[in-house]
């Protein structure tokens, strides 16, 4: 691509050797991917500083250079801006020709949710004829194709190359407040946001709750001017934004509990799968959610308000969930021989977790029994309460690992007994091998136990550990089927 239609909307300062007519090959920010030919963007990340890259970058080929700071004396031009990750997501858009234009797109935000609310809006969509591409957590489908998923939200440069090879006509993005805060979503404009939620999470990364909040509320602000904003109200935080959006003269609709709801939940029966009664405008309909817990009620009207938005009627919209096959490593459920059952779920807040304990209470449980670790160096504030509401509510808390992510095993056990002794009065057990914790469950639990393995859900373990398993699904299904070999 020529330098000046790559630059198209980028202010920066132009150097002298600027050659409007330069072939652009392609854009990198990582020195090490750069080939002859293509632009260097320079990041001041996070662990690294970009711009100490600059000579790698030149010496593997790069024909052209933009950063942040003042770097004179480059054989290749430099062009300086304030921002080089607003400026990277820019150039990104322009390489790849603005893709986003192309598909109806929806973004999904908050703190838990947004997953399952994906998959149940692609279900949706699929089923209602249009083609539909989902980027997030689990994997990215793009074309019917999976394509592995790194992050929740992509860098600028994979995001738009997947939105520019998407034929569908729908997109479905979930947008991580990391994503928003550095930028990777500048560039693309939404025709449907949707806020599912805000709570206790992340909290190493932004320095309090409000601030998270105000960068999940910055998602908003990159809406089309008929885009319409999707809110979950029965949440303070939700309530908080519908506010913040409508003062601005937003189109704003909200789901929740109250009458002044586009769409208010009326009333829960509460089955397995709960049966609810909704109203929608001026019509009431009882409808079937395809999911367990009651935050999946929540899920599933985020995602038929935002359908019904589409086009997609209420009534067809709650047929085509009949069909909808779950979501993997949430909620997923498991028969045990004693009558027991097992549940892996990605919970990792209180909430979360105290939806599953709900969940569990409602069908009567006998017993709770949980089993859950913290990912290593991440976001330690929130621990203490999740071990204190675990070791309140459950009759049994087992503590093992998640992913240590380079924490020393014998310093991730301390971590683990202090938040023991300090927060469940020494009440929990400790199984530093997530495997064995769960084999250990599996012994002992009885008919009318829930237990619940909550933190990974569908990934797969970074540790190796005794049973050969690499996710709790397979460490459940390794004790389901070589029962005699275990216990013997
Ligand atoms: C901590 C964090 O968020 N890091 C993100 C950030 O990286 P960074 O810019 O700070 O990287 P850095 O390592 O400091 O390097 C700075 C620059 O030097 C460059 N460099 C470095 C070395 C070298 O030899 N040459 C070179 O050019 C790097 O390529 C980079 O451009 O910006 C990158 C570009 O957007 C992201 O890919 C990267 O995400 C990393 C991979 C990541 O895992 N982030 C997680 C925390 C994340 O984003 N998670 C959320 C979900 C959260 C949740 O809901 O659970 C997500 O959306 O996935
Ligand atoms: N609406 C909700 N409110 C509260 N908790 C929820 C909600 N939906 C899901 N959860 C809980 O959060 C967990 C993660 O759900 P999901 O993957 O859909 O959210 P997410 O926002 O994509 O999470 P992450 O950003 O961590 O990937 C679920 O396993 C469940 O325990």
Same mark, same amino acid.
């Given at each position: 691509m020529l330098m000046d239609e790559l630059l198209k909307g980028i202010k920066f300062a132009q150097?002298?050797?600027?050659?409007?007519s330069m072939l652009i090959q392609g854009i990198q920010f990582n020195s090490r991917k750069i080939r002859p030919g293509d632009l260097f963007v320079a990041i001041n990340g996070f662990s690294a500083d970009g711009h100490r890259y600059i000579n790698q970058a030149i010496a593997n080929g790069a024909a052209a250079v933009v950063g942040e700071q003042n770097v004179n004396g480059l054989n290749v031009p430099y062009y300086q801006t304030s921002d080089s990750r607003k400026a990277l997501a820019r150039l990104a858009s322009n390489f790849y020709g603005h893709? +986003?234009?192309?598909h109806i797109m929806i973004g999904v935000t908050g703190t838990n949710g947004k997953t399952t609310t994906a998959y149940l809006l692609k279900h949706i969509i699929e089923q209602s004829g249009m083609t539909c591409s989902m980027i997030g957590t689990v994997n990215n489908m793009i074309n019917n194709q999976a394509i592995q998923s790194k992050n929740t939200t992509p860098d600028p440069l994979e995001l738009q190359s997947l939105l520019a090879e998407s034929r569908d006509e729908v997109v479905i993005m979930e947008v991580s407040s990391h994503g928003i805060e550095q930028q990777r979503v500048e560039g693309i404009l939404f025709d449907y946001t949707l806020f599912t939620n805000l709570g206790n999470d992340h909290l190493d990364y932004h320095e309090s709750l409000e601030a998270y909040f105000n960068v999940k509320a910055?998602?908003?602000?990159?809406?089309? +001017?008929?885009g319409t904003a999707i809110i979950a109200s029965h949440n303070e935080w939700g309530k908080k934004l519908q506010n913040k959006l409508s003062e601005s003269g937003n189109n704003v609709l909200t789901f929740g509990?109250?009458?002044?709801?586009?769409?208010?939940?009326?009333?829960?029966?509460?089955e397995y799968f709960p049966t609810i009664k909704v109203r929608l405008g001026e019509t009431t309909d009882f409808l079937q959610v395809p999911l367990p817990g009651m935050h999946n009620v929540w899920n599933t009207l985020g995602a038929l308000l935002t359908v019904q938005k589409m086009g997609i009627s209420l009534k067809k919209a709650a047929s085509y969930l009949s069909t909808f096959n779950g979501v993997p490593g949430r909620f997923e459920t498991f028969s045990h021989p004693a009558g027991a059952t097992f549940i892996v779920d990605y919970a990792h807040t209180e909430d979360a977790i105290e939806y599953c304990y709900q969940t569990a209470e409602r069908e009567n449980a006998e017993r709770i029994i949980h089993i859950l670790g913290f990912r290593g160096k991440?976001?330690?504030?929130k621990r203490r309460d999740i071990v204190a509401l675990c070791s309140d509510v459950c009759s049994q808390l087992i503590l093992t690992f998640d992913d240590?992510?380079?924490?020393p095993s014998d310093r991730m056990v301390e971590e683990l007994q202090k938040l023991n002794e300090d927060f469940a009065d020494g009440s929990a057990e400790i199984i530093p091998d997530r495997t064995q914790a769960i084999q250990h469950a599996w012994e002992k639990a009885e008919n009318g136990d829930w237990v619940f393995i909550t933190g990974k859900g569908q990934e797969t373990y970074k540790q190796s550990f005794?049973?050969?398993?690499?996710?709790d699904k397979q460490t459940i299904q390794f004790l389901k089927t070589s029962k005699d070999m275990v216990t013997s």
């Open positions: 150097p002298e050797s600027h050659d409007p893709p +986003s234009k192309n910055r998602l908003f602000k990159r809406m089309k +001017s008929q509990k109250q009458s002044e709801d586009e769409m208010q939940l009326l009333n829960v029966c509460t991440r976001d330690l504030s240590l992510n380079g924490v005794k049973l050969p398993a690499s996710t």
